[in-house]
Nanobody, 116 residues
Framework: QVQLVESGGGLVQPGGSLRLSCAASGFTFSNYLMSWYRQAPGKERELVAS????????NYADSVKGRFTISRDNAKRTVWLQMNSLKPEDTAVYYCQGSSLWSNYWGQGTQVTVSS
């Protein structure tokens, strides 16, 4: 059974940091591009960051460049999103996604709220 389980969300003040984790099971994690998406209320889901299968290639949305860092450990079957200098506009549900040529998997999401 395929599972992507996100954790690490919560309430943080502007300028603070959070580290999201996504633990994968049920598929060959090392063969999958891993990404973080987010969806704010009333908005479409948007890509935040992606990381290649070996971790050497990363891609970020312009809105998070220099503040967020995506990483992965294939042995641990886990992908992380380190979020620094958080802003109120980063408030959203954050989703983990695993994708390949043949399939696409999503986690259930974790809420991140940036507010004073």
């Amino acid at each position: 059974q395929v599972q992507l389980v996100e954790s690490g969300g919560g309430l943080v003040q502007p300028g603070g940091s959070l580290r999201l984790s996504c633990a994968a099971s049920g598929f060959t994690f090392s063969n999958y591009l891993m990404s973080w998406y987010r969806q704010a209320p009333g908005k479409e889901r948007e890509l935040v960051a992606s990381i290649g299968t070996s971790g050497d290639i990363t891609n970020y949305a312009d809105s998070v460049k220099g503040r967020f860092t995506i990483s992965r450990d294939n042995a641990k079957r886990t992908v992380w999103l380190q979020m620094n200098s958080l802003k109120p506009e980063d408030t959203a549900v954050y989703y983990c996604q695993g994708s390949s040529l043949w399939s696409n998997y999503w986690g259930q999401g974790t809420q991140v709220t940036v507010s004073s």
